[in-house]
């Protein structure tokens, strides 16, 4: 059960074959996964695409329908996987996941172990950053939850990264297994603050522990817990805010000099240009990010520790 085994290594293949998983793109609000099979169809809005047709193809490629319609054919990354997959839980975003994978210090040859597995949109994520010779313990008390994440670990080709095992994490703590070996931990638990001292005794010297919890009220009794073994104790909440980009025509004066065009990153050119009130005019097409009508908000509170090395567990 324990790490690390060197000959497992992920095999990054670019051309697709039968039986593979792949993100249809239709746009950047629509993709399905869907798994390749030669005698099978794919119906949409654009038309039939016959799977035949992909086989072979590589990563990447845009692929016509009967009617001339098109879609393109993407790899299983985390990232795209986060968005398809099915929301069994609430899940992470890339702007959290990538600010623990950062925050907790994943490297090539980790060992990390996370509790709970839910959607596994996290447990993706840190398998690819602790690959190739990295493994991910991820814990579920649901064993029905367990036993679909093991199975699109397989999909996605992660399940030589990523163990999923049925275990009550708040009520049983961690396997004793892994005592002392584990680089870092993350916790997606109702009470994490139950788990904490288990962790403790997971964690190598100086090794770090992220807890997600949406509210802030278990991330306050979460730190009383984590006061007594850990320090370097912070909470963090990552609020998204996108723009979308747009082409658009304005209308400007002479007298926009002073800067007020600094709105506009790129005019594209001039289509007319005259005189009103004696100041020169001309309409320019530009580029303008303008902020998005709707934003995700919260998500929840990511509080991170480090293994106090005086602690003596």
């Not at 299983?76 to 069994?88: A, D, G, K, Q, Y």
């Not at 370097?232 to 980009?245: A, C, M, S």
């Amino acid at each position: 059960m324990l790490p690390i085994d060197p000959t497992k290594k992920i095999f990054f293949q670019r051309w697709i074959s039968e039986g593979d998983l792949v993100i249809v793109y239709e746009r950047h609000t629509h993709m399905t996964a869907v798994k390749v099979c030669g005698g099978s169809v794919l119906q949409n809005r654009f038309g039939v695409f016959e799977h035949a047709d992909w086989i072979g193809k590589p990563f990447g490629s845009k692929v016509l329908s009967n009617k001339g319609g098109f879609v393109y054919l993407l790899a299983p990354t985390p990232e795209l996987w986060t968005l398809v997959l099915s929301h069994r839980t609430q899940i992470l975003y890339i702007a959290d996941i990538s600010f623990v994978i950062s925050y907790l210090e994943i490297v090539p040859g980790c060992l990390v172990l996370e509790s709970g597995t839910g959607s596994e949109s996290l447990a993706a994520s840190l398998a690819r950053a602790l690959a190739p010779y990295g493994h991910v313990y991820t814990f579920d008390f649901h064993e029905q939850r367990a036993a679909l994440a093991r199975e699109d670990f397989v999909k996605t080709g992660l399940s030589i990264l990523i163990t999923v095992e049925v275990r009550d994490i708040q009520g049983r703590g961690f396997p004793e297994n892994f005592y002392g070996l584990v680089d870092s931990i993350f916790l997606d638990l109702l009470q994490p603050w139950l788990a904490i001292p288990s962790a403790g005794k997971m964690l190598k010297q100086d090794g770090v522990l992220c807890s997600f919890s949406p509210c802030i009220e278990q991330v306050q009794r979460s730190c009383e817990s984590l006061r007594t073994i850990f320090t370097d104790i912070r909470t963090f909440e990552v609020l998204l805010r996108l723009y979308e980009v747009q082409e658009g025509r304005r209308e400007f004066s002479g007298d926009d000099d002073d800067g007020s065009l600094g709105s506009l990153p790129c005019k594209r050119s001039l289509y007319s240009s005259g005189r009103s009130n004696g100041k020169e005019k001309s309409n320019a097409q530009a580029v303008m990010p303008r902020p998005c009508s709707e934003a995700r908000g919260h998500t929840g509170y990511l509080t991170f520790a480090r293994l106090n090395s005086c602690s003596g567990r």
